[in-house]
Protein backbone atom coordinates (compact mmCIF):
# COMPACT_ATOMS: atom_id res chain seq x y z
CA UNK A 1 0.00 0.00 0.00
CA UNK A 2 1.08 3.14 -1.24
CA UNK A 3 -0.01 6.61 -1.20
CA UNK A 4 2.85 8.87 -2.08
CA UNK A 5 1.22 11.22 -4.69
CA UNK A 6 3.67 12.52 -7.72
CA UNK A 7 3.67 16.26 -7.49
CA UNK A 8 4.99 18.71 -9.80
CA UNK A 9 4.92 20.30 -13.10
CA UNK A 10 2.79 17.07 -14.60
CA UNK A 11 0.03 18.18 -11.39
CA UNK A 12 0.62 21.65 -12.41
CA UNK A 13 0.07 21.02 -15.87
CA UNK A 14 -3.06 19.25 -15.27
CA UNK A 15 -5.00 21.62 -13.01
CA UNK A 16 -3.91 24.69 -15.44
CA UNK A 17 -3.36 28.41 -14.40
CA UNK A 18 -6.48 29.84 -12.89
CA UNK A 19 -7.74 33.09 -11.07
CA UNK A 20 -10.80 32.12 -9.47
CA UNK A 21 -11.47 30.08 -5.91
CA UNK A 22 -10.21 26.96 -5.12
CA UNK A 23 -10.81 24.07 -2.42
CA UNK A 24 -8.86 22.13 -1.03
CA UNK A 25 -10.41 19.54 0.87
CA UNK A 26 -8.16 17.38 2.83
CA UNK A 27 -5.65 19.80 2.77
CA UNK A 28 -3.39 17.64 4.78
CA UNK A 29 -0.02 19.99 5.45
CA UNK A 30 -0.93 21.75 2.52
CA UNK A 31 1.01 20.94 -0.23
CA UNK A 32 -2.04 20.78 -2.89
CA UNK A 33 -2.90 24.25 -1.47
CA UNK A 34 0.48 25.77 -2.09
CA UNK A 35 0.24 23.74 -5.72
CA UNK A 36 -3.33 25.57 -6.18
CA UNK A 37 -2.06 28.96 -5.28
CA UNK A 38 1.20 29.42 -7.43
CA UNK A 39 -1.74 28.07 -9.88
CA UNK A 40 -3.43 31.46 -9.54
CA UNK A 41 -6.09 30.41 -7.70
CA UNK A 42 -7.59 32.46 -4.37
CA UNK A 43 -7.47 29.02 -1.95
CA UNK A 44 -9.64 27.49 0.90
CA UNK A 45 -8.14 24.36 2.72
CA UNK A 46 -9.47 22.46 5.01
CA UNK A 47 -8.79 19.27 6.91
CA UNK A 48 -10.36 18.20 10.31
CA UNK A 49 -7.25 17.00 11.85
CA UNK A 50 -6.10 20.53 13.33
CA UNK A 51 -2.51 19.61 13.96
CA UNK A 52 -1.94 19.15 9.96
CA UNK A 53 -3.91 22.91 9.39
CA UNK A 54 -2.06 24.34 11.65
CA UNK A 55 1.12 22.88 9.50
CA UNK A 56 -0.87 24.34 6.13
CA UNK A 57 -0.97 27.57 7.59
CA UNK A 58 2.20 28.11 8.92
CA UNK A 59 3.14 26.91 5.43
CA UNK A 60 1.40 29.51 4.55
CA UNK A 61 -0.21 27.08 2.07
CA UNK A 62 -3.74 29.13 1.56
CA UNK A 63 -5.64 32.22 1.51
CA UNK A 64 -8.22 30.98 3.96
CA UNK A 65 -8.91 27.61 6.26
CA UNK A 66 -11.15 25.77 8.13
CA UNK A 67 -11.77 23.14 10.16
CA UNK A 68 -13.98 20.45 8.47
CA UNK A 69 -15.06 17.53 7.32
CA UNK A 70 -15.71 16.82 3.20
CA UNK A 71 -19.22 15.69 4.10
CA UNK A 72 -20.04 18.88 6.12
CA UNK A 73 -18.57 21.68 4.61
CA UNK A 74 -19.04 24.81 6.26
CA UNK A 75 -19.85 26.95 3.05
CA UNK A 76 -22.93 28.46 0.93
CA UNK A 77 -23.81 26.79 -1.90
CA UNK A 78 -21.92 27.18 -5.07
CA UNK A 79 -18.99 29.33 -3.61
CA UNK A 80 -16.31 27.44 -5.80
CA UNK A 81 -14.81 27.19 -9.26
CA UNK A 82 -12.39 24.71 -8.09
CA UNK A 83 -12.54 21.76 -5.73
CA UNK A 84 -9.61 19.19 -5.35
CA UNK A 85 -9.94 15.61 -3.18
CA UNK A 86 -6.26 15.10 -3.42
CA UNK A 87 -5.72 11.26 -2.44
CA UNK A 88 -8.74 11.98 0.05
CA UNK A 89 -11.68 9.82 -1.49
CA UNK A 90 -9.57 6.50 0.17
CA UNK A 91 -10.15 7.70 4.01
CA UNK A 92 -13.30 8.27 3.70
CA UNK A 93 -16.28 6.11 4.82
CA UNK A 94 -18.74 7.52 2.68
CA UNK A 95 -17.50 8.76 -0.51
CA UNK A 96 -21.10 9.08 -1.98
CA UNK A 97 -21.74 12.22 0.36
CA UNK A 98 -18.49 13.83 0.11
CA UNK A 99 -19.21 13.90 -4.12
CA UNK A 100 -22.62 15.45 -3.36
CA UNK A 101 -20.87 17.97 -0.70
CA UNK A 102 -18.62 19.23 -3.28
CA UNK A 103 -21.21 19.13 -5.96
CA UNK A 104 -22.38 21.47 -3.37
CA UNK A 105 -19.91 23.98 -3.05
CA UNK A 106 -19.16 23.86 -6.62
CA UNK A 107 -20.26 26.67 -9.15
CA UNK A 108 -22.64 25.54 -12.07
CA UNK A 109 -19.22 26.09 -14.51
CA UNK A 110 -16.66 24.82 -11.76
CA UNK A 111 -14.22 21.42 -11.77
CA UNK A 112 -13.48 19.12 -9.52
CA UNK A 113 -10.28 17.11 -9.23
CA UNK A 114 -9.50 13.90 -7.94
CA UNK A 115 -6.69 12.12 -7.64
CA UNK A 116 -7.04 8.45 -6.15
CA UNK A 117 -4.49 5.27 -5.99
CA UNK A 118 -5.42 2.58 -8.19
CA UNK A 119 -7.16 -0.10 -5.95
CA UNK A 120 -4.56 -2.93 -7.53
CA UNK A 121 -2.54 -0.60 -5.06
CA UNK A 122 -4.10 -2.12 -1.90
CA UNK A 123 -4.53 -5.52 -3.33
CA UNK A 124 -1.19 -6.49 -5.08
CA UNK A 125 2.24 -6.04 -4.69
CA UNK A 126 5.99 -6.45 -6.36
CA UNK A 127 7.64 -9.57 -6.10
CA UNK A 128 11.17 -8.31 -5.95
CA UNK A 129 12.92 -4.62 -5.92
CA UNK A 130 13.85 -5.11 -9.43
CA UNK A 131 12.04 -2.96 -12.49
CA UNK A 132 10.85 -6.34 -13.90
CA UNK A 133 9.37 -7.76 -10.84
CA UNK A 134 6.21 -9.39 -11.08
CA UNK A 135 3.18 -8.08 -10.05
CA UNK A 136 1.04 -10.01 -8.16
CA UNK A 137 -1.93 -9.79 -6.82
CA UNK A 138 -3.63 -11.16 -3.79
CA UNK A 139 -7.47 -11.94 -3.51
CA UNK A 140 -9.96 -10.04 -5.06
CA UNK A 141 -9.92 -6.48 -6.80
CA UNK A 142 -13.79 -6.64 -6.06
CA UNK A 143 -15.86 -5.32 -3.17
CA UNK A 144 -15.20 -2.30 -0.38
CA UNK A 145 -12.50 -3.59 1.71
CA UNK A 146 -10.86 -1.65 4.82
CA UNK A 147 -6.73 -1.22 4.61
CA UNK A 148 -4.99 -0.16 7.61
CA UNK A 149 -0.49 -0.29 6.98
CA UNK A 150 2.37 1.32 7.94
CA UNK A 151 5.35 3.00 5.21
CA UNK A 152 8.61 3.84 6.18
CA UNK A 153 10.95 5.21 3.64
CA UNK A 154 13.98 7.33 4.75
CA UNK A 155 12.80 7.37 8.61
CA UNK A 156 9.87 8.95 7.59
CA UNK A 157 6.99 6.71 9.13
CA UNK A 158 3.62 6.95 7.59
CA UNK A 159 0.49 5.17 8.98
CA UNK A 160 -2.43 4.72 5.98
CA UNK A 161 -6.05 3.62 6.89
CA UNK A 162 -9.08 3.78 4.47
CA UNK A 163 -11.37 1.72 2.50
CA UNK A 164 -10.39 0.15 -1.47
CA UNK A 165 -13.01 -0.17 -3.72
CA UNK A 166 -13.09 -0.89 -7.45
CA UNK A 167 -12.98 2.08 -9.55
CA UNK A 168 -16.62 1.33 -10.68
CA UNK A 169 -17.54 2.05 -6.96
CA UNK A 170 -16.30 5.97 -7.29
CA UNK A 171 -17.63 6.26 -11.02
CA UNK A 172 -20.84 5.19 -9.89
CA UNK A 173 -20.91 7.30 -6.89
CA UNK A 174 -19.94 10.08 -9.27
CA UNK A 175 -23.11 9.71 -11.67
CA UNK A 176 -25.35 9.92 -8.51
CA UNK A 177 -24.03 12.87 -7.68
CA UNK A 178 -24.57 14.27 -10.81
CA UNK A 179 -20.55 14.96 -11.97
CA UNK A 180 -19.22 13.52 -15.28
CA UNK A 181 -15.62 12.80 -15.64
CA UNK A 182 -14.17 15.06 -18.31
CA UNK A 183 -10.64 14.34 -18.09
CA UNK A 184 -8.76 11.26 -16.72
CA UNK A 185 -4.84 10.65 -16.23
CA UNK A 186 -2.59 7.87 -15.00
CA UNK A 187 0.32 10.19 -13.58
CA UNK A 188 3.63 7.82 -13.00
CA UNK A 189 6.21 8.94 -10.44
CA UNK A 190 8.59 11.48 -10.60
CA UNK A 191 12.13 9.46 -9.17
CA UNK A 192 13.81 12.99 -8.40
CA UNK A 193 14.64 13.52 -4.88
CA UNK A 194 16.06 9.75 -4.10
CA UNK A 195 12.86 8.08 -4.67
CA UNK A 196 13.93 5.44 -6.60
CA UNK A 197 12.47 3.00 -4.31
CA UNK A 198 9.33 3.87 -7.05
CA UNK A 199 10.67 2.96 -10.48
CA UNK A 200 8.78 -0.22 -10.42
CA UNK A 201 5.22 2.12 -10.24
CA UNK A 202 6.84 3.07 -14.01
CA UNK A 203 5.04 -0.42 -15.03
CA UNK A 204 1.99 -0.34 -12.91
CA UNK A 205 -0.69 2.00 -12.55
CA UNK A 206 -0.55 3.83 -8.59
CA UNK A 207 -2.26 6.86 -9.22
CA UNK A 208 -5.58 7.63 -11.26
CA UNK A 209 -6.44 11.89 -11.30
CA UNK A 210 -9.37 12.43 -12.80
CA UNK A 211 -11.68 16.13 -14.20
CA UNK A 212 -14.93 15.89 -13.28
CA UNK A 213 -17.86 18.46 -14.31
CA UNK A 214 -21.78 19.16 -12.74
CA UNK A 215 -24.21 17.42 -15.27
CA UNK A 216 -26.43 20.47 -16.17
CA UNK A 217 -29.97 19.58 -13.36
C1 LIG B 1 -3.33 11.03 2.31
S1 LIG B 1 -3.65 12.57 3.09
C2 LIG B 1 -3.61 13.68 1.70
C3 LIG B 1 -3.29 15.08 2.10
C4 LIG B 1 -3.14 16.07 0.92
N1 LIG B 1 -4.34 16.13 0.12
C5 LIG B 1 -1.97 15.68 0.08
O1 LIG B 1 -2.11 15.09 -1.00
O2 LIG B 1 -0.84 15.95 0.53
C6 LIG B 1 -5.41 12.50 3.45
C7 LIG B 1 -5.93 13.73 4.15
O3 LIG B 1 -7.35 13.61 4.28
C8 LIG B 1 -7.72 14.10 5.55
N2 LIG B 1 -9.03 13.54 5.89
C9 LIG B 1 -9.32 12.36 6.50
N3 LIG B 1 -10.65 12.23 6.67
C10 LIG B 1 -11.22 13.35 6.16
C11 LIG B 1 -12.56 13.83 6.05
N4 LIG B 1 -13.59 13.11 6.50
N5 LIG B 1 -12.77 15.01 5.46
C12 LIG B 1 -11.73 15.77 4.99
N6 LIG B 1 -10.43 15.37 5.07
C13 LIG B 1 -10.18 14.18 5.65
C14 LIG B 1 -6.60 13.66 6.45
O4 LIG B 1 -6.57 14.40 7.66
C15 LIG B 1 -5.40 13.91 5.56
O5 LIG B 1 -4.92 15.22 5.70
Redesign the pocket.
Known amino acids: MM?F?PIGASLAAFIGRGNGKAL??????G??SRELTACGFEVTA????SP?LRAAIEAQSARNYAV????ELPFDNAQFDLVVA???LM??DDVPSALKEFRRVLRRTGQLIISISHPFVDHGRFTGKEMSSPFVVEGTYFGRQSFNGVEEHDGLRMHFAGWSQPLEAYGIALEEAGLAITSLREPVPDLDDGRNHMAPWLRMPLFRWLKVRPLAL
Open positions: HGDVGCGERIVDPILASATYNLNL
